[in-house]
């Protein structure tokens, strides 16, 4: 695993999107897997900056988010495909069609995943993933102690993530209690992976799943075992890591 630490969120932000555009532009026609999160925030205005300067083109890309709440239409503000059409998409030039994220509004559970996981197959796989990391370790919505093997499936948030997450909605009762998500095995298919993290409360978290055992107690953890993974975090994120 590759780290890089950055001085602060901004920093951490233009690294992790240097990356991506290096992907884009090293191969056009390529497929990106992307988060939600307040963590990914600073990168997508970076790279909707870099798209307004002339220098970045996503006419080619297709996108094939991690998840998204079940039973929440892409029109709900607080809707996966709303944030990433609000955040990025609507800035940019990439083509709507090529855009992918769970469908919330499908109430078959096993239909929605069937078609996503038949999705990602037909993109060709995906060649970077973004990722954010959850308070408890999850990555997209593959919280502690989840098979490895998954693919796309549904999932019963923790009590800890529908509280993390209450913050962007009016009252915690709205959140919703379960989620699609791409499963780790979907995640560790990816060719790249950049996982970002910042600010102290990522602190401790991070040092568990990168410095310590492999456990699906730590969904993250797992990713030590991936072959291109790069961390990008800022300093207070990373203060327990030693020797950087
Ligand atoms: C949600 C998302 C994850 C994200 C996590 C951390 O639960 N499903 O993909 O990584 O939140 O969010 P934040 O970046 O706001 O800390």
Redesign the pocket.
């Known amino acids: 695993m590759r780290i890089i630490k950055a001085e602060d969120y901004y920093s951490m932000s233009r690294m992790a999107a240097n990356i991506i555009s290096a992907q884009i532009i090293m191969k056009p026609r390529c497929v990106l897997g992307l ?5 990914p925030l600073g990168i997508y205005s970076q790279l909707i900056e870099w798209y307004k300067k002339g220098d970045l083109d996503f006419s080619e890309v297709t996108s094939i988010n ?2 998204e709440y079940k039973g929440l239409s892409g029109d709900n503000d607080q809707s996966y495909r709303y944030f990433m059409n609000t955040n990025f998409f609507d800035y940019i030039n990439i083509l709507k069609e090529n855009t992918y994220v769970p469908n919330g509004l499908e109430e078959d559970s096993e239909k929605a995943c069937r078609e996503y996981n038949q999705i990602i197959l037909q993109s060709g796989g995906v060649d970077l993933q973004l ?4 308070n408890n370790g ?4 593959n919280e502690p102690g989840e098979a490895f093997e998954k693919e796309t499936h549904c999932v019963k948030l923790a009590e800890s ?1 529908v509280k993390a ?1 209450a913050r962007f909605f009016a009252d915690e009762s709205l959140v919703p209690k379960e989620a699609y998500t791409m499963g780790i095995k979907s995640i560790m298919q990816a060719k790249k992976i950049v996982i970002v993290v910042n600010g102290e409360g990522k602190a401790d978290i991070v040092k568990q799943a990168f410095f310590g055992p492999v456990t699906p107690k730590i969904p993250a953890s797992v990713l030590q075992l991936h072959n291109d993974v790069t961390l990008v975090g800022d300093q207070e994120a990373l203060k327990y890591i030693e020797g950087l």
Do not use: E, K, Q, Y
């Open positions: 988060a939600t999160g307040s963590t991690l998840d990722l954010g990391l959850g999850h990555i997209g919505f993530t997450n």
